[in-house]
């Protein structure tokens, strides 16, 4: 049997299970056998868990709290208004559509972990918003649709389909002449590199017109191993990119040094940060959100003039009308007709000259 599908068949989602890896709280263990949800993870990524430590930035994006019964901020029916849902009754319940070009193209509900943090909790993690996730009609709908050139294969985790389903969906999206580009997100780099196999190597690889780009989702640099690094040289080996969309997470990486190594470590892993997402305001999450700007001042503190400009994610926050940067502006401290003042991540500054638009 694969590697990847034992890990599966040995997921940690019980509190026996979870005892043999770590020594839960009595708050962990009340919020386990409490909440209404789906949790749990594969025993390779239930290893790198402080056993001891509950604050550990791993355990916490695992480990049910009772902190999501609290709801202030979030939004109800929150997916409903990001994706929305609402908007066109011809649109199958597996595209989610706010760019003209391109569409996320639902695939499965399932995933190597239920994190705790997860935007799409109503549908993957609490599943009290029911979707017909229909490969078929996904297929038939973006091939109607043609201005759509770019399709983000998301789930879930696509990457727990069966290579059989995986190949075959490639080679349908592939057919459509009006796709460009295919892309993935999966968490399997960071919670299941073991599924990264030939096989899957060989279904992803070698050239082709419409290339695929891979998108995983790493939040702290405890999440990165050996197995990390390989699946991604074998990604890359069989020309596909990966880059990373990690999350704002309040008590995981907001603190200037965990969010430097995090984006150095993906550099030195051959990731590139792609995003970093404001937490959404999906209900049951607040307890993981920091103040908006608290992004921005991460780049500039932990990153600008610290390391290799390839670290730098773009800010966001993801919305019902596309992904909105977040940057603030900090270097520019004056502009005149004339010149620029601008100042470093050392706070010196520097004079250079305004060239006029029209001369
Ligand atoms: S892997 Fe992605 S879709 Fe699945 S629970 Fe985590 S964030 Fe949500």
């Given at each position: 049997m694969e590697e990847w599908i034992s890990q599966m068949q040995g997921f940690i989602n019980t509190p026996e299970k979870l005892r043999r890896i770590i020594n839960p709280t009595p708050e962990e263990l009340k919020a386990i056998n409490t909440l209404d949800t789906r949790w749990g993870t594969t025993p390779y990524f239930a290893a790198?868990?402080?056993?001891?430590?509950?604050?550990?930035p791993v355990r916490r994006q695992i480990i049910p709290s009772l902190?999501?019964?609290?709801?202030?901020?979030g939004i109800k029916n929150y997916l409903m208004f990001h994706e929305n849902?609402?908007?066109?009754?011809?649109?199958?319940?597996c595209i989610a559509r706010q760019y003209q070009d391109r569409v996320a193209f639902t695939?499965?509900?399932?995933?190597?972990s239920y994190c705790r943090?997860?935007?799409r909790r109503e549908v993957?993690?609490?599943?009290?918003l029911k979707l017909r996730f229909d490969l078929d009609q996904g297929i038939k709908w973006i091939k109607k649709?043609?201005?759509?050139k770019d399709v983000l294969v998301t789930g879930g985790?696509?990457?727990?389909?069966s290579d059989q389903l995986l190949g075959d969906l490639i080679t349908q999206l592939r057919q459509?002449?009006?796709?460009?580009m295919i892309r993935f997100g999966t968490r399997t780099i960071i919670?299941?590199?073991?599924?990264?196999t030939q096989d899957l190597m060989e279904i992803l690889g070698d050239f082709h017109r419409v290339p695929i780009w891979i998108n995983t989702q790493c939040?702290?640099?405890?999440?990165?191993?050996d197995k990390t690094a390989r699946a991604v040289f074998d990604l890359l080996r069989c020309g596909v990119n990966v880059g990373n969309q990690a999350v704002l997470l309040k008590g995981i990486n907001d603190d200037v040094d965990t969010f430097r190594e995090l984006h150095q470590k993906l550099v030195y892993t051959r990731i590139r940060p792609y995003y970093l997402f404001y937490?959404?305001?999906?209900?049951?999450?607040?307890?993981f959100r920091t103040g908006v700007e608290k992004g921005s001042q991460l780049i500039r503190d932990g990153l600008q003039g610290h390391?290799?400009?390839?670290a730098r994610p773009t800010y966001v926050i993801a919305t019902n009308i596309g992904k909105i940067p977040l940057m603030?502006?900090?270097?520019?401290i004056e502009k005149t007709e004339k010149e620029y003042r601008l100042r470093n991540y050392l706070g010196e500054e520097t004079i250079l000259p305004n060239i006029p638009d029209e001369q």
């Open positions: 790198l868990m402080d056993p001891d430590d509950p604050c550990c902190k999501e019964l609290e709801n202030t901020y849902r609402t908007v066109d009754p011809e649109r199958p319940d695939v499965t509900d399932t995933c190597a943090h997860c935007f993957v993690v609490d599943q009290r649709n043609k201005e759509i985790d696509p990457f727990l389909l459509i002449d009006h796709v460009r919670n299941l590199p073991q599924r990264i939040n702290h640099p405890k999440e990165i191993t937490c959404e305001a999906a209900p049951g999450i607040d307890h390391t290799t400009g390839l603030g502006n900090d270097y520019m």
